[in-house]
Nanobody
Framework: QVQLVESGGGLVQAGGSLRLSCAAS????????MGWFRQAPGKERDFVAT????????YAADSVKGRFTISRDNAKKTVFLQMNSLKPEDSAVYYC?????????????????????WGQGTQVTVSS
């Protein structure tokens, strides 16, 4: 079992930055691929970024590539999402998630249906 708690959301002006954190409980955090997703009102939950359990492989959605960076600290059982050059269209509830995958340290997961655990979400609002 893994419990995930996001933090770091808030209100920021366009062009600003925020750093989201997701703290995990449980002994096997380093075995999970981690991901960030977001959901705006009336829209589906969209993939944002994912990171392999080793931290050696990452992938981000085209809409955030070059602006958002995912990272993790397995010793602290925490995954981060650094968000720069924020735009109003980035406004959403951001969720972190954990996926149990195979043994490859390069595995990534972009499909939300493959994630086993989810946090409660943190609101990000970007004003224009």
């Amino acid at each position: 079992q893994v419990q995930l708690v996001e933090s770091g959301g808030g209100l920021v002006q366009a062009g600003g930055s925020l750093r989201l954190s997701c703290a995990a409980s449980g002994r096997t955090f380093s075995n999970y691929v981690m991901g960030w997703f977001r959901q705006a009102p009336g829209k589906e939950r969209d993939f944002v970024a994912t990171i392999s359990w080793s931290g050696g492989n990452t992938y981000a959605a085209d809409s955030v590539k070059g602006r958002f960076t995912i990272s993790r600290d397995n010793a602290k059982k925490t995954v981060f999402l650094q968000m720069n050059s924020l735009k109003p269209e980035d406004s959403a509830v951001y969720y972190c998630a954990a996926a149990i995958v195979g043994s490859s340290e390069m595995d990534l997961v972009t499909d939300p249906r493959l994630y086993n655990y989810w946090g409660q979400g943190t609101q990000v609002t970007v004003s224009s």
